[in-house]
């Protein structure tokens, strides 16, 4: 789906510009071209270079403006380094009024039956770099009394997943924690909301484990899954709410997703 094709011609997000991490594929890149099309500045970071630079140019073409960093979202110095270029970049008038925290991975099976070796990895980066990047955010959106933290969540953290219960722990504690944040920066006029999706049909679900056997048989009684797009779309219109409108939390399932 043509994502900016779905948001509105007016620049709603103009002068703003917007941090997205895990941006080169899924909601992460659907956000950046939504984002981008509102009139945001958009800084994109990811790992993979190649599908980075690819959203880059998608962004360019159509006009906007785009900062490509290339990084891990799970190492402090990758995000450091991230948010230093964030502030010395022209196009983005030296500043940043909005981060999406989406980087994450997946992680087939519970806690008998996923892999352990996986878990401290699953963990660095959906639990741990997303703190750190929340924790560097609202210190600086704190002392400039405004911006928007979108924390991208999960069903999963409310309502235990039958395909990926270890994965959802860690969608639980990052859900917490934006929270915790909320309540932190709340009072300097900084808004922070926790976006929960349902099933979204992306990239997602290879790197994880799913297959058609684990996961894509049972979901196919719920129809029609989310794109990417649907996802971002709600985003934007979360941003653009007046100032003194703060939605703390959305789930965002496909109509007829009956669990999680």
Known sequence: MDTAARTPSGQTLSGKTAIITGASSGIGRAAALTLAAAGAAVVIHARRADRLESVAREISDRGGKVLPVIGDAGLEADIDRLLDETLSWENGGRKYDIVVVNAGRGLVGGILTSDPAQWQELYQVNVIGATYIMRRAGQY????????????????????????????????????????????????????????????????????????????????????????????????????????????????????????
């Open 141 to 260: 959106m704190a002392e400039k009394k405004e911006g928007d933290i979108v924390t991208i969540s999960s069903v999963v953290a409310r309502n235990l997943s039958p395909f990926g219960a270890f994965y959802g722990s860690s969608k639980a504690a990052v859900s917490v924690i934006a929270e915790a944040l909320r309540r932190d920066v709340a009072p300097s006029g900084v808004r922070v909301t926790t976006v929960m999706p349902g099933i979204v049909l992306s990239g997602f679900q290879e790197v994880a484990g799913y297959n058609a056997e684990n996961f894509g048989n049972a979901v196919a009684q719920f129809g029609k899954l989310l794109d990417p797009s649907d996802v971002a779309e709600a985003i934007r219109w979360l941003l653009t709410l007046p100032p003194h409108i703060n939605i703390n939390e959305i789930a965002i399932r496909p109509t007829g997703q009956v669990y999680p």
